[in-house]
């Protein structure tokens, strides 16, 4: 079975603090992914990362870095976390193929900032 | 850009009965493809169905049936004998099968299903 796991399932945080959010896959997938889950919102996809040291902007890029040094890992970063960045983060990884292959998700992370 | 629009926010059924989810969504391609992920409280995400919008064949997963309309641009999900297990946000979702569509996925906001006993 794919795992995808995040590094903390709660997290909260003061405004102006840099955040590491830490995403790893242990299925050799090429491509993985963030999102931000909001009530009333769905998902919005943050950034995406084509495979090592790649990465593209999403929809909603804006306060948000992102880093993939190797390949089972990618790692979110809020240089300056605010407010409006409390959310749920889910990670999510897919094998590089077929377009229907499917995204396996981690658990997500609830951050709050305040 | 792709929408998709789920104008259910919230369903519930009873158990052992069958509920249709609504799903549209918006776009100019003619070619992509569709996929209900399922939440459940406090657990990972999961792939439920996908289609093929080049298939004319709904696509099925045990209880889980897909009716797609492509002229309608409609992509509802059947759950057949509900169960309490089903009990789950539901998410439709979107994919170009355009080059250079980034492997991006275009989500709806989701419907909180509910399973009564």
């Known amino acids: 079975d794919v795992k995808v796991t995040q590094s903390s399932r709660y997290l909260v945080k003061r405004t102006g603090e840099k955040v590491f959010l830490e995403c790893v896959q242990d299925?050799?997938?090429?491509?993985m992914f963030w999102y931000r889950q909001d009530p009333g919102l769905g998902l919005r996809l943050i950034y995406f990362?084509?495979?090592?040291?790649?990465?593209e902007k999403g929809d909603i890029p804006e306060g948000y870095s992102v880093s993939r040094e190797k390949k089972e890992r990618f790692s979110l970063i809020l240089e300056s976390a605010s407010t409006n960045q409390t959310s749920m983060y889910l990670c999510?990884?897919?094998?590089?193929?077929?377009?229907?292959?499917?995204?396996?998700f981690g658990p997500g992370t609830r951050l709050t900032v305040t | 850009a792709q929408t998709v629009t789920q104008s259910q926010p919230e369903m519930s059924v009873q158990e052992a009965e069958t509920v249709t989810l609504s799903c549209t969504y918006d776009?100019?391609?003619?070619?992509?493809?569709l996929f209900w992920y399922k939440q459940p409280p406090s657990r990972q995400m999961i792939l439920v169905i996908r289609?093929?919008?080049?298939?004319?064949q709904n696509a099925t997963e045990n209880r889980f049936s897909v009716n797609f309309q492509k002229a309608a641009k409609s992509f509802s999900l059947k759950i057949s004998d509900s169960q309490l297990g089903d009990a789950a946000m539901y998410f439709c979702?979107?994919?170009?099968?355009?080059?250079?569509?980034?492997?991006?996925?275009?989500f709806g906001k989701g419907t909180l299903l509910t399973v009564n006993p």
């Open positions: 999510a990884s897919r094998r590089l193929g077929h377009p229907t292959y499917e995204q396996y």
């Open positions: 299925m050799d997938h090429e491509n």
């Open positions: 990362s084509y495979d090592v040291k790649m990465k």
């Open positions: 776009t100019s391609e003619s070619d992509y493809y």
């Open positions: 289609q093929e919008a080049y298939k004319q």
């Open positions: 979702a979107y994919r170009s099968a355009a080059r250079g569509s980034n492997y991006k996925l275009t």
